[in-house]
Nanobody, 121 residues
Framework: VQLQASGGGLVQAGGSLGLSCAASGFNIRAYHMAWFRQAPGQERELVAAINRSGGTYYADSMKGRFTISRDNAKNTVYLRMNGLRPEDTAVYSC????????????????WGQGTQVTVSS
């Protein structure tokens, strides 16, 4: 089971980035998927989640700015980030769960390789 995030980089405040998370070794169709982020010295936090049916959940500070989506045929999950702020700077990674409580971070594990997002002011 492997999850590989990509698409990070350096962007100015107010800018946009699109992240991808490619899964291998399992079929995401059977899983709820989520994006997490972790800034230096801080705990990992749930950014957004998408269930098997396409229903979505966003942390409050991400609502209206971030969009999570999935392409089961490509076994990939995406995160579109608009209106980026310096406080969005973190390593972003994705994870999967089959637990019905897919909106809750505690039910995710096995985060894949992350991608660094840096937002300059």
């Amino acid at each position: 089971v492997q999850l590989q995030a990509s698409g990070g980089g350096l962007v100015q405040a107010g800018g946009s980035l699109g992240l991808s998370c490619a899964a291998s070794g399992f079929n995401i169709r059977a899983y709820h998927m989520a994006w997490f982020r972790q800034a230096p010295g801080q705990e990992r936090e749930l950014v957004a989640a998408i269930n098997r049916s396409g229903g979505t959940y966003y942390a409050d500070s991400m609502k209206g700015r971030f969009t999570i989506s999935r392409d089961n045929a490509k076994n990939t999950v995406y995160l579109r980030m608009n209106g980026l702020r310096p406080e969005d700077t973190a390593v972003y990674s994705c994870a999967a769960t089959q637990n019905v409580q897919w909106r809750m971070a505690v039910y995710y594990n096995n985060w894949g390789q992350g991608t660094q997002v840096t937002v300059s002011s």
